[in-house]
């Protein structure tokens, strides 16, 4: 079962939570619609900014977006110029009366968070691991630099697959570098996991990441979502 199911998707509910938090009893298939055009649209604005996810919260006339990035500033630009902007350009290309899921005036609220350990999150790295093998570096050297990193910061395991035309060779093969341990079938397990495919001149070569954090107990759990609410009353006092 592990080897064939997104570790993430396997663990929500249990390790990780969803993406987009919202509730709809209709127009359930054009916010989902929506939300992949605003990911989709991010992702290739934001492309420089070092993207690792993309949280959407909707209330009846609120929509909160909350981007996790590696370089802030790239978004936010001087006195804030970058993200006005960006707020526009969502409004105008997403949330126009033509490509609305609700008729009406929305209010958009973008936030910009930061990534503590940019090593440890596997969007991150693979971005990294496609930039360099589009930039033809040698994939085995690639992947090596990638697991080394990712190992030094601290994660329990790594797994880097590569697939596809590598060195531009006629026929197709798959290379894997693991480190650590990945127990795919421990639903503790915090296991980030993510994948993508680099365009070269010989066709598309698909990466997937796999990194181990460590196990996940509720008293972790607990304990964090005490901080975050903390953290939360210190910051309206």
């Known amino acids: 079962m592990g080897q064939k199911v997104n570790p993430k998707i396997f663990r929500i509910g249990i390790t990780k939570t969803w993406n987009s938090k919202?509730?709809?009893?209709?127009?359930?298939?054009?916010?989902?619609?929506?939300?992949?055009?605003?990911?989709?649209?991010?992702?290739?604005?934001?492309?420089?900014?070092?993207?690792?996810?993309?949280?959407?919260?909707?209330?009846?006339?609120?929509?909160?977006?909350?981007?996790?990035?590696?370089?802030p500033g790239v978004i936010i630009g001087r006195a804030g110029v970058g993200i006005e902007e960006l707020k526009t350009e969502l409004l105008k290309n997403v949330f126009n009366k033509e490509k609305s899921a609700v008729p009406g005036k929305i209010k958009l609220n973008l936030n910009v968070m930061e990534v503590d350990k940019p090593n440890l999150d596997a969007n991150i790295v693979l971005d990294n691991i496609i930039s360099d093998i589009e930039k033809r570096i040698a994939y085995r050297r690639v992947m090596k630099q990638a697991l080394g990193r990712v190992m030094r910061a601290g994660a329990k395991g790594v797994k880097i697959i590569v697939g596809g035309r590598l060195n531009g060779a006629e026929i197709a093969r798959r290379e894997t570098l693991t480190e650590g341990m990945i127990p795919l079938h421990t639903l503790r397990a915090d296991i980030d996991y993510s994948r993508g495919a680099a365009h070269t001149i010989y066709g598309k070569i698909g990466v997937k990441v796999w990194i181990y954090k460590g196990e996940v107990f509720e008293k972790d759990q607990n304990k964090e979502k005490d901080n975050k609410d903390n953290n939360k009353v210190n910051n309206k006092i």
């Open 22 to 71: 919202w509730f709809s009893n209709r127009d359930f298939s054009a916010f989902l619609k929506q939300d992949i055009f605003i990911r989709k649209f991010l992702k290739k604005k934001l492309k420089d900014a070092g993207l690792s996810r993309i949280e959407i919260e909707r209330s009846t006339e609120k929509v909160n977006v909350v981007i996790y990035a590696v370089k």
